[in-house]
């Protein structure tokens, strides 16, 4: 089941998302995300934006949403996505139903144009993305430094036009 987040979601996507700060350079936090920062995350971006989590059987095993891509208000209307899936649960088809439903959610907004910032190797990811229309704009090397190494990064977006109409 897909459905919006609330406050009380916060232990489970906290438990979720810092599997990937200690064992992944898939985000570049470092420290793990306790509970409070959690809570705050959530109440301040679903406040402005979708969050979606997939619960199965009473358990998050996945969630996503946007959140601003820049601060400046010229980029008001650019949104970067974000989708972990629980450990363990890849390969599932989830990450694909978060982010159709994060992209159909994001459509009913005013928003014109969703990005991606993908760390490599992560083969997964841009294979969502692409499917889901997405399309490589940039790739900055060694601009993330995680585990005593460099990592680059990677930018898709799906272009405004594709992302009015295109369904996944």
Not at 66 to 75: F, L, Q, T
Not at 118 to 131: D, G, Q, Y
Request: aromatic residues 14%.
């Amino acid at each position: 089941m897909i459905r919006s987040v609330n406050i009380n979601d916060a232990e489970a996507i906290c438990d979720l998302y810092n599997y990937y700060i200690v064992n992944t350079t898939a985000c570049f936090e470092e420290v793990p995300v306790s509970l409070k920062d959690m809570e705050t995350r959530i109440r301040d971006i679903s406040a402005l934006y979708p969050w979606l989590v997939f619960e199965e059987d009473s358990k998050i095993i996945g969630y996503a949403y946007v959140n601003k891509w820049k601060e400046r208000s010229g980029y008001r209307y650019s949104v970067e996505d974000s989708i972990y899936i629980r450990h363990g649960y890849e390969g599932r088809g989830i990450g694909k139903k978060l982010l159709a439903r994060l992209l159909d959610e994001v459509r009913k907004t005013k928003i014109h144009t969703v990005i991606a910032g993908i760390t490599f190797p992560n083969e997964s990811s841009i294979a969502l993305h692409e499917k889901a229309g997405f399309r490589k704009v940039a790739h900055f090397s060694e601009v993330g430094f995680k585990f005593d190494r460099w990592v680059d990064i990677g930018y898709w977006e799906i272009p405004p036009s594709e992302f009015e109409r295109r369904q996944i």
